[in-house]
């Protein structure tokens, strides 16, 4: 398993590829603790303590100094508030629990502690609170309301209103106070909803009844929420300091009367030749990588372009003894790699070849599917394997020629293709020519080299 490491501090875009020890990008269990469940876990860095949701009114605080032995520090009973503790989450040594209401239908408790788990303060909010979490600035805290029913249509029958508070840490834990963004403003538009795939199925329920907040996300900046609606199979967008909803996004649906999809193969049948060998072979148009889907033709036919990666190769061999198992032999050494278009008819199967595009270097010469690079040690970054022909002799590299994999038609015409060898992206013109190739920072250079020593922040988005 290989993962990768920043090179720029500067920059989120660019990653060399030096390979970090296996160790290293592989979870393995350390240490372990039977406890009571664990539903849900918060862990406070400064403290080492770990508080887990483990069923009931009770938190668990586990010690984690020794990763590899935990061990229990508390159990802290919150009863006193509620019947069961939800939710738990902790910042800069805080640690906010959800906190349901006997009977739950009643409004719940955000019930805050300090590390050492010492009461700190409470605040009511909506009934069933669920999931809650810090903003990234620490400002707020923001709880999902579920408001489960009781029941439905029975004479007992409890079916609280949805919502999320919104509670406000900024002048201190102690001071906390509390806003509430509701649904009320959306009862009116219950058919509306219905109309645009919100599932309000509730009998006799309000938008707001049946509306159930399970989870929610927060913006960057502190200021916008997400908050899904599981039941409704929607989300609500919710501006954080007005403590408003304001707008109901649904989820779409699935159509399961289409059955199980099934997958078909379709045969290109007889291609034209690529060219002819040493040894007096024809070798035929195929070994297609990358797939652009481009539309539907007037005639029904799906349109597509694909292209013929580096061109006709063997298995990697070993038959220079100065370079042990790293050659690459090349069936037709100087085969331009191209894009193709082709069409297919579903109905009848059949493939329609279109255009043949030769890939070209800025000049108009042809580019080749050739190594551009060895740089250092067999397997290590930047260094590609060594042509060779079909008779074990050694060819020279191609500064800029691309063993083609991803494809990519932009809204202008311009073809971008990533190469495995660099690695690197090339950008061609709509007549194969090519524009540019991007590489990676701080990669070496060779003899010819041609391109952007690093992707644009507009190409790397």
């Known amino acids: 398993m290989t993962s990768f490491r920043s090179i720029d501090p500067n920059s989120s875009n660019v990653s060399d590829l030096a390979a970090v020890p296996e160790a ?7 240490g372990g603790f039977t406890g009571t469940g664990a539903e849900i876990s918060a862990y406070d860095p400064a403290s080492k303590r770990l508080f887990i949701v483990s069923g009931g009114a009770a938190i668990q605080v586990l010690d984690l100094s020794n990763a590899s032995s935990p061990t229990l520090v508390q159990t802290i009973d919150l009863s006193s508030f509620g019947s069961a503790a939800n939710s738990v989450a902790v910042r800069d040594g805080v640690v906010a629990i959800a906190v349901e209401a006997n009977p739950r239908t009643d409004p719940g408790s955000v019930v805050f502690l300090d590390a050492s788990g010492t009461l700190q303060a409470a605040v009511s909010v909506g009934a069933v609170p669920d999931m809650l979490t810090f903003t990234p600035d620490g400002s707020k805290v923001l709880v999902a309301n579920e408001a489960e029913p009781s029941s439905y249509n029975q004479p007992d029958s409890i079916d609280p209103v949805g919502s999320v508070s919104i509670i406000d840490l900024s002048n201190g834990v102690a001071s906390a106070t509390v806003a509430t963004a509701g649904f009320e403003r959306f009862n009116a538009q219950k058919a509306d909803l219905q109309a645009k795939g919100v599932r309000i199925f509730g009998p006799n329920a309000t938008v707001a009844q049946d509306f159930e907040p399970e989870y929610i996300a927060v913006s960057a900046d502190s200021k916008t929420a997400w908050v899904t609606l599981q039941e409704n ?10 403590a408003s909803v304001t707008n109901i996004l649904p989820l779409g649906a699935k159509d399961f009367s289409k059955g199980v999809p099934t997958v078909t193969s379709y045969d290109f049948g007889d291609l034209p030749p690529l060219g002819v060998t040493v040894g007096g072979q024809e070798i035929k148009l ?15 036919n799906l349109k597509f372009i694909t292209h013929t990666d580096r061109g006709p190769n063997g298995e990697p061999t070993d038959l220079i003894p100065s370079i042990p198992g790293s050659e690459r032999p090349f069936a037709l050494p100087e085969f331009q790699p191209q894009l193709i278009r082709f069409e297919l008819n579903q109905e009848t199967g059949e493939i329609v070849l279109g255009d043949q595009i030769g890939l070209s270097r800025p000049d108009g010469s042809p580019l080749t599917g050739l190594p551009n690079l060895q740089s250092g040690a067999t397997g290590t ?19 800029l020629g691309g063993d083609f994999e991803g494809l990519v038609v932009a809204p202008d015409g311009t073809f971008w293709l990533s190469d495995e060898y660099r690695p690197a992206i090339y950008r061609f013109d709509s007549t194969g020519t090519l524009i540019d190739r991007f590489i990676p920072a701080g ?13 644009p922040a507009v190409y790397a988005q």
């Open 233 to 242: 199979n929607a989300i609500a967008l919710i501006d954080i300091a007005s």
């Open 381 to 399: 970054a930047y260094t590609d394997e060594v042509p060779i022909d079909l008779f074990g002799k050694q060819l020279p590299n191609d500064p």
């Open 24 to 30: 290293a990008s592989t979870l393995r269990k350390i």
């Open 443 to 455: 990669a070496p250079t060779e003899s010819g080299d041609f391109g952007t020593p690093a992707l």
């Open 286 to 300: 195929g070994g297609f990588s990358g797939l652009f889907f481009e539309g539907v033709a007037e005639n029904g």
